[in-house]
């Protein structure tokens, strides 16, 4: 079985301790960056995604028990391995109890370093996997309700750090219920994995993209300016397409409601859904005397 390779954040003020641990996972084929203590760590996270982490506890500017409480914050998936020497002042339940999933003493084994960062990795694939089957919407493949809540409120957490606006899109299938009245609820469970598709063709990979309700999605996109026309306008033109494409006796319509978070004047998210799905039914209700068929 081919072993995965990971981006790996190496946090000690000590160099050659992370020139050491460097050496270790490099030839792995892990990539590895470092960082000199805690504040330069979240600096660097915050810039790049990393897939886990290792730090030292005692370093000036932040210490890596602070910078692992700050990480179970705004980074909860992120595996973190602390190491330390002050063994008498640092507990291995006192690391763990800050967020950490391993720790090791130094000095510690050449050869045992490798081995707990892989059982590390191999237990949080695990869980991610497990987690992953709870948190995901079983037809379409997007994430569920519950999922959206938590990826979107890291990622408001991170917009009001990074000062970067977000996009929230509310999207409402056209008349589901008629589909499933007349063409049984088989045809609306394909349509809805269509409409599912098509988001994931419109948006990136770093969107959140979820099916919140049965015939409801949304998408939280980074913003910039314009970019809301130009998303809707490539989404309705992949709709159009679609259609064109599919010869099935209906078209597959939607109704949009698009809010902005703004980092300087946050609001929460549940605001934001709301805001975002009044608009989405004031569209609705303009084309309620219209049909798709």
């Not at 946090?11 to 020139?19: A, G, I, L, Q």
């Not at 237990?123 to 994430?143: C, F, P, R």
């Not at 979820?210 to 314009?226: C, K, M, P, Q």
């Given at each position: 079985?081919?072993?995965?390779?990971?981006?790996?954040?190496?946090?000690?003020?000590?160099?050659?301790?992370?020139?050491?641990?460097?050496?270790?996972?490099s030839p792995r084929g892990h990539q590895?960056?470092?960082?000199?203590?805690?504040?330069?760590?979240?600096?660097?996270?915050?810039?790049?995604?990393?897939?886990?982490?290792?730090?030292?506890?005692?370093?000036?500017?932040?210490?890596?028990?602070?910078?692992?409480?700050?990480?179970?914050?705004?980074?909860?998936?992120?595996?973190?391995?602390?190491?330390?020497?002050?063994?008498?002042?640092?507990?291995?339940?006192?690391?763990?109890?800050?967020?950490?999933?391993?720790?090791?003493?130094?000095?510690?084994?050449?050869?045992?370093?490798?081995?707990?960062?892989?059982?590390?990795?191999?237990?949080?694939?695990?869980?991610?996997?497990?987690?992953?089957?709870?948190?995901?919407?079983?037809?379409?493949?997007?994430?569920?309700?519950?999922?959206?809540?938590?990826?979107?409120?890291?990622?408001?957490?991170?917009?009001?750090?990074?000062?970067?606006?977000?996009?929230?899109?509310?999207?409402?299938?056209?008349?589901?219920?008629?589909?499933?009245?007349?063409?049984?609820?088989?045809?609306?469970?394909?349509?809805?994995?269509?409409?599912?598709?098509?988001?994931?063709?419109?948006?990136?990979?770093?969107?959140?993209?979820?099916?919140?309700?049965?015939?409801?999605?949304?998408?939280?996109?980074?913003?910039?300016?314009?970019?809301?026309?130009?998303?809707?306008?490539?989404?309705?033109?992949?709709?159009?397409?679609?259609?064109?494409?599919?010869?099935?006796?209906?078209?597959?319509?939607?109704?949009?409601?698009?809010?902005?978070?703004?980092?300087?004047?946050?609001?929460?998210?549940?605001?934001?859904?709301?805001?975002?799905?009044?608009?989405?039914?004031?569209?609705?209700?303009?084309?309620?005397?219209?049909?798709?068929?």
């Amino acid at each position: 079985m081919e072993s995965a390779h990971y981006k790996i954040l190496v946090v000690d003020d000590d160099e050659p301790m992370r020139k050491l641990i460097v050496s270790l996972l490099s030839p792995r084929g892990h990539q590895c960056l470092t960082a000199n203590d805690g504040r330069e760590a979240l600096d660097k996270i915050i810039e790049t995604k990393f897939d886990a982490l290792i730090t030292d506890i005692a370093m000036p500017e932040m210490d890596g028990i602070t910078l692992t409480k700050e990480l179970s914050k705004h980074y909860k998936n992120l595996p973190v391995m602390v190491m330390t020497g002050y063994t008498e002042e640092y507990s291995a339940e006192t690391v763990i109890a800050s967020g950490a999933r391993e720790f090791i003493k130094k000095p510690f084994s050449i050869s045992e370093f490798p081995i707990r960062f892989d059982m590390m990795m191999r237990d949080h694939k695990v869980e991610e996997a497990l987690l992953a089957l709870s948190l995901i919407d079983e037809l379409t493949g997007l994430y569920n309700r519950r999922r959206f809540f938590v990826l979107t409120d890291q990622s408001l957490k991170l917009s009001v750090r990074t000062k970067k606006k977000l996009l929230l899109l509310f999207i409402d299938m056209d008349n589901l219920k008629w589909i499933n009245d007349h063409h049984g609820h088989n045809e609306g469970d394909k349509a809805l994995i269509d409409l599912a598709n098509i988001l994931k063709k419109t948006f990136r990979e770093s969107d959140i993209i979820a099916r919140i309700g049965g015939d409801e999605f949304v998408v939280l996109s980074e913003s910039t300016d314009g970019n809301g026309e130009i998303i809707l306008t490539r989404l309705h033109e992949n709709i159009e397409d679609h259609n064109a494409k599919r010869s099935r006796c209906y078209a597959l319509s939607i109704s949009v409601g698009t809010t902005q978070f703004d980092p300087q004047y946050p609001i929460p998210i549940d605001e934001l859904l709301s805001k975002a799905d009044a608009l989405m039914y004031a569209q609705k209700r303009k084309k309620s005397n219209k049909h798709s068929f």
